[in-house]
């Protein structure tokens, strides 16, 4: 099974508290089915199947925009047999 890693941020930034935008991105990633979630105040990073990564990647598109965010930036990687 091909293994993906996704990395992602939402704005605008608010340094001072987390927009819902924010939030609901991270809930989302953090709910998805995947086998690693790394969540920062700067970037978000999770690992898993291929299947599970874009089911999450588009939740997270939807969610976070309805939620307000106003731009979006994510990387999508193919990731190899023990590459982290």
């Given at each position: 099974m091909q293994?993906?890693?996704?990395?992602f941020?939402?704005?605008?930034f608010d340094l001072d508290e987390a927009p819902a935008h924010a939030v609901v991105a991270r809930e989302v990633i953090q709910g998805a089915r995947l086998d690693a979630v790394d969540v920062g105040p700067?970037?978000?990073t999770a690992e898993g199947g291929a299947d599970a990564v874009l089911v999450a990647v588009e939740a997270l598109l939807r969610r976070s925009l309805e939620?307000?965010?106003t731009r979006v930036s994510l990387q999508v990687n193919v990731i190899g047999?023990?590459?982290k």
């Open positions: 293994r993906l890693r996704v990395e941020t939402t704005e605008p700067f970037g978000n939620a307000g965010a047999e023990g590459e």
